[in-house]
């Protein structure tokens, strides 16, 4: 693709296209239904009165869940794809440089700086280290875990003839021990990720405030804005 290239100041780089920023919106939606339909599950609703020909609650959260794990199913693929059509920056979670001596530095720089020790952040025009490795490992990993492990659960429902209980039930099932083992592995990653999230929303905010390129409005309008002239600290 063609980078579009900044008229506005040299300290402004063109970081997150369209497709990639749109992608984490929808995603952000998408797991926030999956979420909250998802604990409605494990914990249902106490019985509403009357009779229950006339409720469907129940039934329409499970439908709500199901439509919003196929959407994050088909996001995910899409987001794999993109990995490798869009720039450099939409491959950074899925390609963590895990075996260079620099980024496991950037990653012990920014545990300090995150916890008030190191008194200066470091310039990234991507993500930085500490949030690719936990992006990679808790996203990524956890998106295809849910995926998988949702998947099961919902063919153990379709039935042994359907294409959910061949590609998923069939093997994950049994690899748990049981479907409620299954069932609580994947209420648990659903908790990790909602954890996840939260330190994300306040990372993205505090970084926005006290660290040396914009943030929040970068995964709007896809640029960078750095507040200084120092050189990035990118490979180090």
Same mark, same amino acid.
């Given at each position: 693709?063609?980078?579009?290239?900044?008229? @506005?100041?040299?300290?402004?780089?063109?970081?997150?296209?369209?497709?990639?920023?749109?992608?984490?919106?929808?995603?952000?939606?998408?797991?926030?239904?999956?979420?909250?339909?998802?604990?409605?599950?494990?914990?249902?609703?106490? #019985?509403?009165?009357?009779?229950?020909?006339?409720?469907?609650?129940?039934?329409?959260?499970?439908?709500?869940?199901?439509?919003?794990?196929?959407?994050?199913?088909?996001?995910?693929?899409?987001?794999?794809?993109?990995?490798?059509?869009?720039?450099?920056?939409?491959?950074?979670?899925?390609?963590?440089?895990?075996?260079?001596?620099?980024?496991?530095?950037?990653?012990? &720089?920014?545990?300090?700086?995150?916890?008030?020790?190191?008194?200066?952040?470091?310039?990234?025009?991507?993500?930085?280290?500490? @949030?690719?490795?936990?992006? &990679?490992?808790?996203?990524?990993?956890?998106?295809?875990?849910?995926?998988?492990?949702?998947?099961?659960?919902?063919?153990? #429902?379709?039935?042994?003839?359907?294409?959910?209980? @061949?590609?998923?039930?069939?093997?994950?099932?049994?690899?748990?021990?049981?479907?409620?083992?299954?069932?609580?592995? &994947?209420?648990?990653?659903?908790?990790?990720?909602?954890?996840?999230?939260?330190? &994300?929303?306040?990372?993205?905010?505090?970084?926005?405030?006290?660290?040396?390129?914009?943030?929040?409005?970068?995964?709007?309008?896809?640029?960078?804005?750095?507040?200084?002239?120092?050189?990035?600290?990118?490979?180090?």
């Amino acid at each position: 693709m063609n980078t579009p290239i900044s008229t @506005a100041s040299p300290q402004t780089v063109y970081v997150y296209d369209l497709p990639l920023r749109l992608w984490h919106w929808f995603n952000a939606l998408v797991i926030m239904v999956l979420s909250v339909t998802g604990y409605f599950i494990a914990s249902p609703l106490a #019985g509403a009165g009357g009779e229950a020909s006339d409720h469907y609650l129940m039934g329409t959260i499970r439908f709500l869940h199901f439509c919003a794990a196929y959407l994050l199913t088909i996001g995910f693929l899409f987001r794999i794809y993109w990995a490798y059509a869009g720039n450099e920056h939409a491959r950074q979670l899925f390609l963590p440089p895990l075996l260079s001596r620099g980024f496991w530095q950037g990653v012990w &720089h920014e545990l300090r700086w995150y916890a008030f020790i190191d008194k200066e952040p470091r310039k990234y025009t991507g993500h930085n280290p500490l @949030a690719v490795l936990f992006m &990679h490992f808790v996203l990524v990993w956890g998106t295809v875990f849910m995926i998988f492990t949702g998947f099961a659960l919902y063919g153990e #429902g379709a039935g042994q003839g359907s294409w959910s209980y @061949a590609l998923f039930s069939s093997w994950l099932i049994p690899l748990f021990g049981q479907s409620q083992n299954l069932h609580s592995w &994947h209420h648990l990653v659903m908790w990790l990720i909602i954890c996840f999230i939260v330190a &994300h929303i306040y990372v993205a905010i505090r970084e926005d405030k006290m660290s040396r390129q914009s943030m929040l409005k970068t995964m709007v309008t896809g640029w960078r804005v750095f507040k200084d002239d120092k050189p990035v600290d990118d490979g180090h």
